[in-house]
């Protein structure tokens, strides 16, 4: 699909995650932590690495 949206989906260490998509490239991208372990996010060569904190929220838009 070259746009649309997932919601609620639960993804390897315990995180959950919300993800928007037009013209097949996020848009929008939320993850709840709810563990705390550290997180990477990766989409063609962009990478996002942060530590988190159990139930923390961490939202990302910029996949430049």
Do not use: I
């Not at 929008?28 to 996010?41: A, D, I, M, Q, T």
């Not at 990766?42 to 939202?59: C, D, I, K, M, N």
Request: proline share 5%; no cysteine.
């Amino acid at each position: 699909w070259s746009e649309g949206y997932v919601r609620g989906l639960r993804v390897r260490g315990n995180f959950e995650l919300d993800l928007e998509w037009k013209n097949g490239q996020p848009t929008s991208v939320r993850v709840v932590s709810h563990s705390g372990r550290p997180l990477k996010l990766r989409f063609g060569s962009v990478v996002h690495e942060l530590e988190t904190e159990p139930g923390g929220v961490y939202e990302f838009s910029d996949w430049n």
